[in-house]
């Protein structure tokens, strides 16, 4: 018997699990080992933080999915891993050793300048801890005359993010000022003039004040380059990504953030029975943005790779598209499309938001539901 190991279970290993429910070999033993048997789907994480979802509606359980797989699910933590032995620590000291290993364990927030602010600072990742966080913020929130919320990101994230927690604790009747910081780079990075206009009106519309520059963390909230001060009774970091630390003592080949460089079939570089996919991996061959929307794109290939691999046939590679879309949330059922230069916005855009999330979430729980019992 031959081991597949798949670690984490990102947006991509969704499709691998899905692609192995469908043919799976006889002579493999596979195993997924992720800290948690649910995937938080990010695109409907600001829909939730808004109230128009429940937090259920918005996971995937992959234990059905697993078991319609005839993948053994260990729910644990990486500690790290020795590539040139193909073996994989986990966090409770036993080992895994593999024949053929696949990595979607998404990547960090870079905390590193928010660190003096302690426990006001929420990272987004990992997403079930800023869950219970979020609802310890609407708490206190309605508990005091005034309430301030820093939202640290200027990309989509961020945006998205100050935009869901405005509406919602005004629907709270807190009493809630929310400043979105977004970095010299500038608001909405990468996206059209367009976009941002229409991002910036909606700001000023929903009452949510824009800074710019660099902030780190304080006791008390935020500090800028020039000596400004931002006080702050919680912070959402929607800040860049960092790569996982223990990649670097994996002996793979790394860039110069700490990402695994992979070919177009998302290959390891070093070693040629590895694969990853996600934020954690890095093209050599062509620029990807760290959005979930690759990992998404890339899974099919993924799935189709590693069945390859284990069967002696052809593998493919992975073509970003050109553009990606992107709908983003703005707090009530009304979104704002990207995709190149093109934009538009509206409640319209929600409802097609909505359908594309909801279906997401159907295509890997309804077929699998049962499995498991």
């Known amino acids: ?16 699990l899905a692609a192995l429910a469908a043919r799976r070999p006889a002579d493999v033993e596979a195993v997924l080992i992720t800290p948690n048997p649910f995937q938080t789907y990010s695109g409907m994480l600001p ?10 509606a918005c996971r995937i359980d992959l234990r059905p999915l697993a078991a319609a797989a005839g993948v053994t699910l260990r729910v644990a933590a ?16 036993t080992h895994l050793d593999y024949d053929l290993l696949s990595l979607d364990i998404g990547s960090e927030t870079d905390l590193s300048w928010l660190g003096a602010a302690g426990e006001r600072v929420l990272p ?4 079930d801890a800023f869950a219970a966080a979020w609802d310890a913020v609407r708490q206190t929130a309605a508990r005091q005359s005034r309430y301030a919320l820093a939202v640290v990101g200027g990309g989509a994230a961020g945006v998205e993010l100050a935009l869901a927690a405005k509406y919602r604790l005004d629907g709270d009747g807190a009493a ?53 001060r931002l006080p702050a009774d919680a912070i ?10 223990w990649l670097r003592l994996s ?32 093209r050599q061959d062509a620029s990807l943005a760290r959005s979930g929307v690759h990992a998404v794109h890339a899974g099919p290939v993924l799935a189709h790779n590693l069945l390859a691999v284990l069967q002696g046939t052809a593998t493919r590679t992975y073509r970003p598209r050109r553009h990606s879309l992107y709908l983003l949330a703005t707090g009530p059922k ?18 097609w938001k909505d359908w594309i999330d909801r279906g997401f979430i159907r295509r890997y729980t309804l077929p699998y539901q049962g499995a498991a019992s």
């Open 1 to 16: 018997m031959r081991r597949l190991l798949l670690v984490g279970g990102g947006h991509a290993h969704l499709a691998v």
């Open 251 to 282: 002996k793979l080949a790394l860039d110069g953030d700490g990402y695994i460089k992979v070919s177009a079939e998302h290959r390891s570089l070093s070693h040629g029975e590895v694969f990853a996919a996600g934020d954690t991996c890095s």
């Open 124 to 127: 987004v990742r990992p997403m």
């Open 78 to 93: 990486v500690a790290g891993m020795d590539a040139d032995r193909r073996r994989i620590a986990v966090t409770d000291g």
């Open 176 to 228: 809630a000022v929310v400043t979105l910081v977004i970095s010299e780079a500038g608001l909405l990075p990468g996206h059209a003039p367009g976009v941002v206009r229409r991002i910036r009106r909606l700001l000023s519309r929903r009452g949510i004040a824009l800074q710019q520059g660099h902030a780190a963390g304080t006791h008390d909230g935020l500090m800028f380059a020039d000596g400004a």
């Open 334 to 351: 009304y979104a704002v499309a990207s995709w190149g230069r093109w934009s538009a916005e509206g409640a319209w855009v929600w409802r």
């Open 47 to 56: 829909g939730w933080m808004a109230g128009h979802y429940e937090l259920p």
């Open 236 to 245: 959402i970091a929607a800040t860049g990504a960092r790569a996982a630390g």
